[in-house]
């Protein structure tokens, strides 16, 4: 048996919140081990709309958590500011006669406008510009594929962010500040003292098989949609009520602002511009299933494109190239609508139920993971004596030191412009070490994914230094295989370099090729149509057809 | 109108493989053939190599299982999948041979006659694929027959196509074969610039078709050449228009026989097979013709293609499937250009919801790719009562359903059976109307002009 290690926080889970209290507690100087059953953000951190905003739809139950998620959606920017992008919003208001609107027309329109001027006060938080009122004819010229039936208007300004990678950053911050994060490596019983206290954790290394124990004087639960699991392990209950999210990924950026509409029963959902492609966004519903096996279902599909077909009619033209689909850890309540739900967030101390030593972090929203972390971090260095105070919103994470010129390291490293532009979005100020990469060893000036825009060299630094445990995790810290083509051009020389990178045999390099567009595919299933059946057939074509990985490729 | 090819024995619609071995075997059966396409289809993108079947039963291991003769793997597939067009044509299946020795013959630059047994080629993910007949640039690289000692060159100009991963599936799949083989791989420089540091596969091609550039590549290769090496293997980049040539003169000027893997898409390989399909439907007198088909009359063998009517005694329908164009799924599937039923497995799909027809495992036979009309065995495709459509009208390659080359690995051997077939069988349809017309009508209304 290896020596047991002792650490003062043990945090399980991987998404926002845990490697948010990682990094806190880190940096308080907490000596932390974070454990993440497979990669950062492959749960709901990473399945959600890709947006740090202010939540203008809870205004309407619940105030405080739009003004707290404003706030700390204003330090999120003042951390990691290359790696947000503003995301302006048109809400169109219709009517089937524009002329002569109905009561319930204005009621809805004047209704909004106020919620929005509420809302403007929490703007300048995070940068965020005062709505604007719009005739129809300005909504028109702006956002062209809009349906011609309006009265009127009104912009919202939002901030989008790649979520993966806010995660990763976290994690790679928290280690730098001398925490251990183990991904996948999955809790499958805890120790106990015994009055019972949860002393520490017992830990399959889900790629090796191997088990270890660790000690810890605290163990915190931040498992999102698989929290009650873990705590049914320490013998104790945690509620909530799980809400499944569903998204559509569509083949480019389809409008030029995000636009919301109303779905069939009257909630709001939207189509955004995100990064190369379009977001539709998302469904609400109840879901008892397994988290482990999250599936899209066709009336969730069509459920979101009858949505926007409301607004945008050319949307059952668009090629949609995925769906995806997370869990909404929201706090236990009965007798409300799944909207309706709080999105706070709640800190449980487990100490009352025979459990000292044990918490759960449970709810909250991506926009203010950070005050989340904050808050159950000051509750654990209190327990530990340490008073340090939190600096998570004054340090930046890697790479939001100085957000790099683009056209001049294009030049002095002659790499096509598009290609050092989205290296800066992800990596900010570390883009540069990704160039010298490049210099240093020219074939990496190639692009890996030219859909995405990412080169070599920059797969390459996120193998060496983001933590990519499996092929798959690559996608998650620089979107290899997200574009159009998913990955039918990319994904084996993706798998040939990770094998280059890691020293893994042929056969190894293909179970990590297989993993990867079975992944992918499961996203794809629901949705394939169009254009898009042509671009599976080659991709077929190509992994299977040419390359065989399902045929006589010998296991070893 | 008076363009003496306005009225035609025979109109191929579709010129990848299944389309042009159609218009072939029609012309060597005496008709008058056009071939009607709208762009490049999957024959261009394809490996260049022709799979006819593995066998069905061996499981993915046994690599001396998948050696056995394309006949025995077809009749194999016929027995296990009776809606394959192995199945529904298997008493045809004895001609199997005759249609690929067919193929061979008419691509002469390419292709010698199919081999006794499936040959195992090394492919771009380190696996080794059964092929029944490859491209004489391709062929030499089977792992049952690679010599002990053999160099994978990589091109740092083509980072996509990894040494590493190749020289070690080979040697996977040699143990596997209980050879022993040693694989070394080699990073050449030979493309590189600094300006540009990557280069398409066509443009590496392109610049190896040139005179005397086989023979520079090679002497900058030699002095890397470890000692022992008997082999080389190469990028699937061996010249576009001068394949075998390129090979040859890599082979006379290292000293070393040289071959080249199989390539994914973009293919140079299949560009150049594409392009050998062509030369010898030129050859054969085939009329070429691009534009968008049209049936005007199906029955009364009435076509536009383009803007130009065409009117045809039969036809082959060969326009592949979701990438070819021929089937199409938007919202419902259909097949595109004369709206005739599509059927997958056994059931016939229109409407509904694509998943159901999709198994979440990437890597299983997917039911939706199997997607395409039904044909009777005289390859005729059949409307939804199961008559056929026109006693004129054939089917040829992947818009006929029940095969998924992703899958059962038998994709340009069923375009070529097929087409093989249809051609004759077209040929044969147009023979029969003429005779039965006798000379009493003209062939079009525009003839008559």
Not at chain 1, 22 to 27: H, V
Not at chain 1, 224 to 238: E, Q
Not at chain 1, 543 to 552: A, E, I, K
Not at chain 2, 426 to 436: F, G, R, V
Request: proline share 6%.
């Amino acid at each position: 048996m290896t020596p047991l290690v002792q650490f003062d926080l043990i945090v399980i889970g991987g998404g926002v919140n845990g490697t948010g209290i990682a990094r806190d507690a880190a940096m308080r100087g907490l000596k932390t081990l974070m454990l993440e059953k497979r990669d950062v953000a492959s749960g709901a951190s990473g399945a959600n709309s890709g947006m740090i905003h202010g939540g203008i739809r809870y205004l309407r139950y619940d105030r405080k958590v739009t003004e707290l998620a404003c706030i700390d959606s204003g330090y999120i920017q003042r951390i990691v500011p290359h790696l947000l992008f503003r995301i302006p919003f048109i809400y169109p208001l219709s009517s089937a006669n524009p002329e002569h609107r109905t009561a319930y027309e204005r009621y809805i329109h004047y209704g909004t406008e106020v919620v929005m001027g509420v809302y403007d006060l929490y703007q300048p938080y995070k940068r965020g510009l005062p709505h604007v009122r719009l005739s129809p004819e300005e909504v028109y010229e702006l956002e062209p594929g809009i349906r011609r039936n309006l009265f009127a208007g009104l912009s919202m300004d939002e901030w989008g962010i790649d979520p993966h990678r806010l995660c990763a950053l976290n994690a790679q911050s928290a280690a730098r500040h001398g925490a251990t994060v183990l991904t996948y490596h999955q809790v499958h019983g805890f120790l106990r003292g015994p009055d019972g206290r949860v002393q520490g954790v017992q830990v399959r290394d889900a790629r090796t098989g191997a088990h270890r124990e660790y000690r810890g004087k605290l163990v915190v639960n931040v498992g999102g949609a698989w929290a009650p699991k873990i705590a049914s392990m320490a013998g104790v209950t945690v509620r909530m009520r799980p809400g499944k999210g569903v998204h559509l990924t569509l083949d480019r950026r389809l409008s030029n602002y995000g636009v919301i509409s109303s779905a069939v029963d009257g909630r709001q959902i939207f189509v955004m511009p995100h990064e190369q492609t379009s977001i539709i966004g998302t469904t609400d519903d109840d879901y008892y299933g397994d988290p482990d096996d999250l599936r899209v279902t066709q009336d969730e599909v069509e459920y979101l494109l009858e949505g926007i077909e409301h607004v945008f009619p050319s949307i059952r033209e668009a090629r949609i190239l995925r769906t995806w689909a997370g869990i909404r850890t929201t706090l236990y309540e009965y007798g409300q609508l799944e909207d309706a739900l709080s999105r706070e967030h709640a800190i449980y101390d487990h100490a009352a139920e025979g459990a000292p030593g044990f918490y759960t972090l449970l709810g909250g929203k991506l926009a203010s993971f950070r005050i989340q972390s904050e808050e159950f971090t000051d509750v654990a260095a209190k327990q530990l004596g340490n008073d340090q105070p939190c600096r998570t919103h004054v340090e930046v994470l890697p790479g939001g030191e100085k957000f790099p010129d683009v056209p001049g390291l294009s030049e002095a490293y002659r790499l096509p412009e598009p290609i050092v532009g989205r290296m800066a979005y992800r990596h900010g100020a570390n883009a540069e070490k990704i160039c010298e990469l490049a210099a240093a060893e020219p074939s990496l000036r190639a692009p890996l994914c030219r859909c995405e825009q990412t080169s070599y060299a920059e797969a390459v630094y996120c193998l060496r230094e983001e933590n990519v445990r499996k092929l798959t995790d690559l996608r998650r810290r620089c979107r290899v295989g997200m574009g159009p083509c998913q990955g039918a051009r990319c994904a084996a020389p993706a798998a040939a370099l990770f094998a280059r990178e890691r020293g893994l045999s042929s056969s190894e390099a293909r179970m990590e090729l297989l993993d990867f567009v079975g992944a992918r595919f499961k996203g794809r299933r629901p949705v394939l149509d169009g254009e898009q059946m042509a671009q599976e057939e080659l991709n077929r074509g190509n992994h299977f057809t040419v390359g065989n990985l399902d045929g006589s490729a010998p296991r070893e | 109108m008076s363009n003496p090819h306005d009225a035609v024995d025979v109109l191929v619609i579709g010129g990848g493989m299944a389309g042009a071995m159609a218009a072939l075997s029609a012309a060597r059966a005496g008709a008058r053939v056009l071939v009607a396409r709208r762009a490049l289809g999957a024959t261009a993108v394809s490996s260049g190599a022709v799979d006819v079947a593995p066998d069905p039963t061996a499981p993915p291991s046994d690599l001396q299982g998948q050696r056995l003769s394309p006949d025995q793997g077809a009749a194999a597939v016929a027995r296990l999948h009776p809606t394959h067009p192995y199945g529904v044509l298997r008493d045809q299946l004895f001609r199997l041979g005759e249609a690929l020795r067919f193929c061979a013959s008419s691509l002469p630059d390419l292709f010698d006659a199919p081999g006794e047994r499936n040959a195992l080629l090394p492919t771009p993910m380190g696996t080794v694929k059964p092929t029944a007949m490859a491209q004489r640039a391709q062929r030499g690289a089977d792992v049952a027959g690679l010599p002990e000692s053999v160099l994978v060159v990589e091109f740092q100009a083509l980072p996509s196509y990894d040494a590493r991963m190749v020289a070690g599936g080979l040697e996977e799949a040699a143990r596997a074969l209980g050879r022993k083989l040693a694989a070394v791989p080699l990073t050449s420089k030979y493309f590189r610039t600094v300006e540009d540091p990557h280069r398409p596969v066509h443009e590496l091609a392109a610049m190896l078709d040139a005179d005397g550039a086989a023979e520079a590549l090679a002497s900058e290769l030699k002095p890397q050449v470890p000692r022992g090496v008997q082999a080389v293997l190469f990028p699937p980049v061996l010249g576009r228009a001068r394949a075998a040539d390129v090979a040859a003169r890599l082979s006379a000027a290292l000293g070393l026989p040289c071959w080249e893997q199989l390539s994914v898409a973009p293919s140079v390989p299949g560009v150049r097979l594409q392009e050998a399909l062509d030369r010898a439907l030129r050859g054969a007198g085939v009329e070429l013709a691009e534009g968008a088909v049209e049936c005007r009359d199906l029955q009364a063998g009435s076509w536009v293609i383009g803007e130009r009517p065409v009117a045809a005694r039969a036809a082959v329908l060969a326009t592949g499937k979701f990438l070819g164009g021929g089937i199409e799924r938007a919202g419902r599937f259909r097949e595109t250009v004369l709206g005739l039923p599509v059927f997958a497995g056994a059931r016939r799909v229109g409407e509904e919801y694509v998943g159901d027809l999709l198994d979440e495992r990437v890597e299983s036979d997917q039911v939706a790719f199997r997607a395409g009309v039904r044909i009777d065995e005289a390859l005729r495709p059949v409307r939804a009562d199961g008559v056929p459509a026109s006693p004129a009208l054939f089917a040829a390659g992947s818009v006929i359903r029940g095969y998924d080359p992703a899958s059962d690995k038998t994709g340009l051997g069923v375009a070529i059976f097929t087409g093989y077939l249809a051609g004759e069988a077209a040929a044969a349809a147009s023979k029969k109307s003429q005779e039965a017309q006798g000379s009493m009508r003209p062939l079009t209304s525009s003839a008559s002009s």
